[in-house]
């Protein structure tokens, strides 16, 4: 959602340029080429703004575009003159993203191509799971992303996007790369030269230690030479004259094996059936779904999972979703993936915006409350908090448990809210086209997102103890915009209301 800001910072900047490529006809022909680039069909709506922004090959070389190219541009217009126009772009451009908002966008793409096994080709073409999109990365956007691999050590996965970047770095927007944007042909032949040299290298090898490291970077450095550059460039030239689908072949036989996380993602687990996982309506939990079932869809039985179906009104999301955007008030959420010797959570990447409602003075969260305490049958009203989640480019959430084992934490632990999490609610918001799938890894079970669904499991068992199997993730978004309403009941609370199993 915060993207749809940073496409109302360019739409501002391109109306900005259209006025300035009036004012400044000595460079005309260079500016115009970027303002082709740059055109798309104006948003009537914050829906289609949304929309666009949650396709990653739009979201992604927006982000890095207001990040790398936008300053750049700044600087190349006022080599003639700082004009009032510039000095607009200099206003707009104090809120576009920074450093760490351009790597949290690499990261997001990355986690994209690594999660559902992409190649950097058909990603750079507009191809996403097998469909293809009116989007397409230029080779900005690619050596970006080979740089970031690069950076990481991560040699051979830096070397396709190397490659896509010299593919696109072509006539007539080579202009615009050379004279504004600062990256030359040469530059990315030399990176390209360094990436493969050091991807060879790396192949057999374990994580190299700090004196080989050196040795590779004396190695790369010779390599590329500048009297030894037209040597380089024949080699890459000839390298590239080769079939992409050669190199996408040679690239898979060298892939490890995919983690089971992986694999749930690209849905490669098979759907699990047995007697005991029905279909049926909830008339047990409370006195109102007596009068009014609920559509109750188990997943497992040990430990318990359950969906209900179309628990959710449109409304409900709206309202929470418009005080949280229209206020300003979501923040960073990360994934927790790492611990530290204490056995406390280090966070990792910054992956959703979230806005915890606390109070029950308003309307929606008592209804939403009051639906979450019928399907559970547990008693929620010593803790009414309600957390909106809203997914970024790429974010996910690693795997993870949502209880904390109370008996290693100190005797106050939790004391303000009840004590551990006996339960998890999970309201589905919005629908997803791809990706956004949550994934209870120990179990081989996978839920699809879908609009006005809840999928609610018990984290502790039957004695009170934390249940390892309860351990989930929530798989990458590739396309769509994930919203979520969670809920985590604890456990002192329900001392006359606890359900037994067993």
Known sequence: MSMTKLLDVEESLKDILDVYVQEMQAKLDIIKLYQESLKREKFATLDAKEEYVSNPLNAFPLLRRLNQDWPKWLRYLKLATATRKTKEMEVHLKSAPIEDDLNVALKGMTRIEQFYDQHAGNLAKGLLLGKKFNSQLTSLDCFALANFYYNQTQFAASTHWYRMALRLHTAPQEKIYDKVLGLKRKRIYKKYAKAMLKESLTLDKAKPNPMMVREWNSLAKEVVREDNYNNIKQYIDEYLSGDEQIFQEEAA????????????????????????????YNRDTSAFVKLAPLKLEFLSMNPLIVLYHEVLYEQEFKSLKDIAVFNGTMTDGWTYVSFDKKGNPKPQDRVVKTMAFQGSTAAVTRSINRRIADMSGLDIHENMALHLTNYGLGGHLGKHVDYVELAKRPADFFADIGGDRIATAMLYATDVSLGGTTVFTKLKLTVEPKKGNALIWFNLNNAGDPDPLTEHSVCPVVIGSLWTITKWIHERQQIFKKPCFA
């Open 253 to 280: 036989t060298r892939k490890t094996k995919p983690s089971k996380l992986k694999r749930a993602c690209r849905g490669d687990w098979p759907k699990k059936s047995s007697p005991e996982l029905i279909c049926r």
